[in-house]
T-cell receptor, first 115, second 114 residues
Framework: GAVVSQHPSRVICKSGTSVKIECRSLDFQATTMFWYRQFPKQSLMLMATSNEGSKATYEQGVEKDKFLINHASLTLSTLTVTSAHPEDSSFYIC???????????FGSGTRLTVV | AQSVTQLDSHVSVSEGTPVLLRCNYSSSYSPSLFWYVQHPNKGLQLLLKYTSAATLVKGINGFEAEFKKSETSFHLTKPSAHMSDAAEYFCVVSVSGNTGKLIFGQGTTLQVKP
């Protein structure tokens, strides 16, 4: 149990376009989902925390208008990179928790390349 | 504030020899600590977690870690490395309160030589 599906696994887009990444909890209801960004050979940096039905909480330095997060249901959160630029190219990973005592489940990540 | 420091960015071992990946943490309260493994271009897999129960935690694939409060350490060990263990390993601490946020260490790349 506790599977998180992240889609797409890889995406290449043109500069100036927007890209949507989906994160779904397949067999549990996720009270909270997290979005991380990982640059090559670096650690994961938390971008934002999203709770179902409420606005996401962004970490300092993360542009909320550029990285739109929607947590419309207990099983789905989406991250939209708006007006993408090459510097947005990165590995994006989502994580979901059922509750704090249960543990964290990570998606398999999305490799975004902006050309 | 909570933080974790992984003391080695890169560790190289021979297959069949022991593995030691070091992690020190900083926390103003009793922390929850985790070790995750990440294979190239993949998500993260939980190896083990410490949540104030037994100080010696056994995880998957033969890994274990010992929580040492006096040393503020949570080192990851495995008696005998396998080629499939080659990956990136992250030591992680949970943030206090009910946010559920995690703080990741810088990561340690484990290389296993035949």
């Amino acid at each position: 149990g506790a599977v998180v599906s992240q889609h797409p696994s890889r995406v290449i887009c043109k500069s100036g376009t927007s890209v949507k990444i989906e994160c779904r909890s397949l067999d549990f209801q996720a009270t909270t989902m997290f979005w991380y960004r990982q640059f090559p050979k670096q650690s994961l940096m938390l971008m934002a925390t999203s709770n179902e039905g409420s606005k996401a909480t962004y970490e300092q330095g993360v542009e909320k208008d550029k990285f739109l997060i929607n947590h419309a249901s207990l099983t789905l959160s989406t991250l939209t990179v708006t007006s993408a630029h090459p510097e947005d190219s990165s590995f994006y990973i989502c994580s979901a928790i059922r509750d704090r005592g249960y543990g964290y489940t990570f998606g398999s990540g999305t490799r975004l390349t902006v050309v | 504030a909570q933080s974790v420091t992984q003391l080695d960015s890169h560790v190289s071992v021979s297959e069949g020899t022991p593995v030691l990946l070091r992690c020190n943490y900083s926390s103003s309260y009793s922390p929850s600590l985790f070790w995750y493994v990440q294979h190239p271009n993949k998500g993260l897999q939980l190896l083990l977690k410490y949540t104030s129960a037994a100080t010696l935690v056994k995880g998957i694939n033969g890994f274990e870690a010992e929580f040492k409060k006096s040393e503020t350490s949570f080192h990851l060990t495995k008696p005998s490395a396998h080629m499939s263990d080659a990956a990136e390993y992250f030591c992680v601490v949970s943030v206090s309160g009910n946010t559920g946020k995690l703080i990741f260490g810088q990561g340690t790349t484990l290389q296993v030589k035949p």
